[in-house]
């Protein structure tokens, strides 16, 4: 057997400890704050106290005479020097929005940038900001989407009426037939608070200047190194080869770390202008006011059911507080045309329709945050099968059952048009009753509920579309199609295998991966592969990490370079040899015959081939060096059923998760801890959303949670121990890789809202606006007065 | 303009004397002016744990002290983990081998809360471990394997 896989042992499946954490754990990481150049400013920006005003003086004269002051840049300068954000094209696009990279004329949110600042050191910058003066004249401010979309409401921008950012109607099949004829018509409506990615670290960004090569080079907090590069070029107005950026340790993205802000576009234009470094990084408070929100959504769902629970056609009205600006390259559709698209989840549904809106208010703008707005959409109708289940006296198992989509149906084509295939929805949800006891788990709640206690048990299932190639947009309505990747590999003149990919890492441990999948197959040694990842200068072109794509794309352009490269070595080693290419097999970094007679390592042959080629013939010495663009085409199924048991305290309105068992389809798994880290990781962020995260504006638009004591996320002490299983089954990309990045968040809001509605609903209240705060959860109850 | 003041204090096992402004914090005496930036600021507010250090044997958040109140202190930070020969920490290893992180910019918080924990309670329960880290707030990694980690190094005494 000449297949290296067969005598090595796979690395695939293994939980390879990441050698890539060795710096962190060590205090050794470099993060972006931890950069320092010679003759480094320091940028501070004054941000708008009104959520929405006209600009009629901005007076920075007291600022620009303060010792160690180098500059105030406002809006007006930067006027015709760069090109500001117009909202990208979306076929579904209400109007344009354009955004300044500092305000001009108008202020449109609480916290938007200004001013910018340069002085000595970060300290006398922000003491100049509190120097500026800025005359303001208070406009009325849209907080609310429902009034922001009526006739007659303030504008938050001239060039969209109603304030719509983003419109889209869409049915199929005949829903109103449908309804008509139904057996049962449930209703109900649903309501997710505002969210913050909440990273541990802000963004930031340190813009280099110098001259000829590579004028600017700029280290960022970011998921995207080449997107950056692109547009950083083309709003400066710049060669791209004269843009190197670099990534940083990272301190989270989820999504946060995606888009295309103003404050890093302005320091390297500051850079680039003063010829000299210049640093940035966010504090907490402009965290939380100037980087993007999420979510904030109200859905009113309906489904039609025959009298067995079987789903006939669903239909919504969507409305998405979205904000100030269309979110610079996404677009504002993210939320409300992600969340309707995708409402029909791992189920069978033959028909629906939709109606969704992105309303501009006068907010922080929202972008994409884990799982874009998926979660939302499948709490809302995981909330209405509980109903339906109730109304038809069936048990909420039961009726998922009925209705998700079989392995025999497969490939399914729902309603919303994506097809399912080689995905496990069923296996999940029986593995999780199975191991949650669940039949238990029911028959103790009845003894909890006859003995005083209020207990809950939700259920929900979900589909995550992972992995997303060419043939679907990510930015839905959009030209974006971020489906390819590519992947370099080369074997250093040392004989160690390199793989360079523009796919950084926040955490994902995506270097260790991809050397997991390189060593299974090439058969070399896992010690003998090194990955970057994070450098325009050294990466061949790539999109970035977001869309639980990272692992299926890295992973998919390593294989298919690898097998060139393969061929390559292979070829060179039977000239050497002097045997036939057939006879050859790498196991553990060293080129071998099969009975082991001959041998050479990557070591010699690298030496030999780079170093003392002049008896090698030319066509075979075409370097060790390949890169390959992956493209899956389609978007591959991720799956999971959670089920989660709560006890709520009927006196305090506290909700207490007591058991959590969670089984998920990630396909073929490269690093079981990792996976198992990523999944664990999001049902914490998905608990937060359901019990405690939410970003709070009065009705001036003032923001009233700017610091991690008014916004709550949870504690190790929220967090339940987590019971992961797996019924995985490949995908149809290579290697069977799915991505497991954002399904987990999903479950947990729908399956944590579910249990809390259960647990109410045995007392006849129930809760349709989440996160379920205690207060929330008494109005539920009836203990207090109020609408839940 | 800024009114400086001397201080004379112990990092890592090596003395250090400084003059350094007095509105400055420690955390940013210990990144900026000592160049230790293990030390992490994720609210510079007191409630996230990041910039967690060890002051006197207790452990203290870096972002609420001034650099002027820690004169006279004996500081340790995750550059000071290590041993001399460059043996990581027992708990630098083992949140290494449990997975316990992710974007890392949470740990160097962790590790200092954790060592604290395991000298004061060298055998916690599940719950004493997670009462006692509650005060560092990790976004990534949804605290189970923070809590093994530390849960293995408590068995680790043992052997
Ligand atoms: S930075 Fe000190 S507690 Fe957050
Ligand atoms: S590992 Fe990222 S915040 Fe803890």
């Known amino acids: 057997m000449s297949d290296a896989r067969f005598v090595n042992q796979r690395m695939v499946g293994s939980s390879v400890i990441p050698d890539e954490a060795i710096p962190l754990v060590e205090g050794d990481g470099r993060f972006l704050n931890d950069i320092k150049l010679p003759g480094m400013y320091h940028v501070a920006f004054l941000r708008s106290q009104h959520a929405h005003a006209r600009l009629i003086a901005v007076d920075a004269s007291e600022a620009r005479k303060l010792p160690g002051v180098i500059k105030v840049l406002t809006g007006q300068e930067l006027l015709g020097k760069v090109d500001p954000f117009r909202s990208m094209p979306n076929r579904f696009s209400g109007g344009e929005s354009i955004q300044h990279w500092l305000a001009v004329d108008k202020v449109r949110f609480c916290g938007e940038a200004i001013c910018a600042v340069v002085a000595e050191d970060r300290a006398t910058a922000e003491d100049a900001v509190d120097l500026i003066k800025v005359d303001y004249d208070p406009l009325p401010a849209v907080t609310d989407p429902r009034l922001g979309e009526l006739d007659g409401a303030p504008l938050v921008h001239e060039a969209c009426a109603n304030n719509y950012l983003i419109k889209r109607e869409y049915e199929r099949g005949n829903v109103d037939e449908i309804f008509r004829d139904a057996h049962t018509v449930v209703k109900r409506k649903f309501k997710i608070g505002r969210k913050q990615a909440l990273c541990l670290e802000g963004r930031g960004c340190v813009a280099g200047y110098r001259e000829n090569t590579f004028t600017l080079t700029v280290w960022m907090s970011h998921q995207l190194p080449y997107v950056v590069r692109h547009y950083l070029a083309k709003h400066l107005r710049m060669a791209e080869t004269d843009v190197r950026v670099i990534i940083p340790h990272t301190g989270g993205g989820f999504g946060q770390k995606a888009s295309i802000y103003p404050e890093e576009f302005v320091c390297a234009h500051l850079a680039l202008t003063l010829r000299r470094p210049v640093k940035w990084v966010e504090d907490r408070i402009e965290n939380m006011v100037a980087s993007t929100h999420a979510r904030d959504q109200t859905i009113e769902l309906e489904l039609a059911a025959d009298k067995d629970g079987h789903i006939l056609a669903i239909s919504s009205d969507i409305w998405v507080d979205v904000g100030a600006y269309s979110t610079y390259l996404w677009s504002a559709g993210m939320e409300p045309l992600q969340t309707a698209g995708l409402m029909p989840g791992p189920y069978r549904i033959g028909a629906m329709r939709y109606r969704t809106r992105g309303v501009a208010t006068n907010k922080t703008p929202v972008g994409p945050y884990r799982a874009v707005g998926r979660p939302s959409a499948s709490a809302s109708l995981e909330l209405l099968i509980d109903e339906m289940a109730r109304k038809l006296k069936l048990d909420p198992v039961e009726v998922r059952l009925r209705n998700l989509i079989s392995e025999e149906a497969m490939p399914y084509r729902s309603a919303n048009n994506l097809v399912h295939d080689n995905v496990n929805y069923i296996p999940c949800l029986k593995l999780s009753v199975l191991k949650s006891d669940y039949d238990r788990q029911r028959a103790e709640q009845r003894e909890a509920l006859a003995s005083g206690k209020l207990r809950g048990i939700g259920v929900a299932c979900f589909a995550e579309l992972t992995g997303l190639g060419t043939s679907t947009a990510v930015g839905p309505g959009t030209l974006l199609q971020p489906g390819r990747d590519a992947a370099t590999l080369r074997l250093e003149t040392s004989g160690v295998l390199t793989i360079a990919a523009a796919l950084p890492s926040q955490g994902q441990r995506i270097m260790t991966a991809m050397r997991q999948v390189a060593s299974d197959e090439l058969g070399i040694k896992l010690e003998d592969i090194t990955s970057i990842t994070n450098d325009t200068a050294t990466a061949p072109y790539g999109f970035g990490t977001f869309a639980s794509r990272t692992a299926v794309f890295g992973s998919g352009a390593v294989i298919m370079a690898a097998r060139e490269l393969r061929k390559r070595l292979l070829a060179m080693a039977a000239f050497l040899l002097k045997v036939p290419v057939e006879d050859l097999t790498i196991v553990n970094s060293v080129i071998q015959t099969v009975d082991r007679s001959r041998s050479i390592s990557l070591r010699d042959m690298a030496e030999k081939s780079y170093f003392s080629a002049k008896d090698i013939p030319q066509e075979l010495n075409q370097g060790f060096e390949v890169t390959s663009f992956y493209d899956p085409k389609f978007g591959s199924f991720a799956a999971g059923a959670h089920v989660v048991v709560v006890d709520v305290d009927p006196k305090t309105g506290h909700v207490e998760i007591v058991r959590y068992v969670a089984t998920e389809d990630v396909g073929t798994v490269i690093n079981p801890a990792v996976v198992e880290g990523q999944i664990v990781g999001g049902i914490a962020q998905g608990i937060g959303e359901a019990l405690l995260e939410e970003l709070v504006y009065d009705d001036a638009g003032q923001p009233r949670t700017v610091t991690l004591a008014d916004y709550l996320i949870p504690s190790a002490l929220e967090i339940p121990r987590i019971e992961l299983h797996h019924a995985n089954t490949p995908s149809a990309a290579l290697g069977g890789f799915k991505g497991c990045g954002e399904g987990s968040i999903i479950g947990a809001l729908g399956a944590v809202a579910c249990a809390i509605s259960d647990a109410l609903s045995r007392k006849g209240g129930d809760i349709h606006s989440f996160p379920a705060t205690p207060e929330r959860v008494l109005k539920g109850l009836g203990v207090l007065p109020g609408d839940a | ?159």
């Open chain 2, 1 to 159: 303009m800024a009114r400086e003041q001397q201080i004379k204090l112990t990092v890592n096992g090596r003395s250090y004397e400084k003059t350094v402004p007095a509105r400055l914090s420690l955390a940013d005496f210990l990144r900026d002016h000592l160049h230790l930036t293990g030390t992490h600021l994720g609210c510079e507010h007191g409630v996230c744990g990041a910039c967690t250090i060890s002051m006197n044997g207790r452990s203290a958040r870096s972002c609420l002290a001034l650099a002027v109140q820690a004169d006279g202190a004996e500081i340790v930070t995750i550059e000071g983990l290590r041993a001399e020969d460059g043996t990581r920490h027992p708990m630098q290893q083992l949140f290494l081998e449990n997975f316990a992180l992710q974007c890392g910019y949470c740990t160097p918080g962790f590790l200092i809360t954790a060592i604290e924990l395991l000298r004061d309670n060298p055998k916690p329960t599940e719950h004493e471990v997670r009462e006692a880290i509650s005060g560092n707030l990790c976004r990534c990694s949804g605290y189970q394997a923070i809590v093994d980690a530390i849960l293995a190094a408590s068995r680790l005494e043992l052997a």
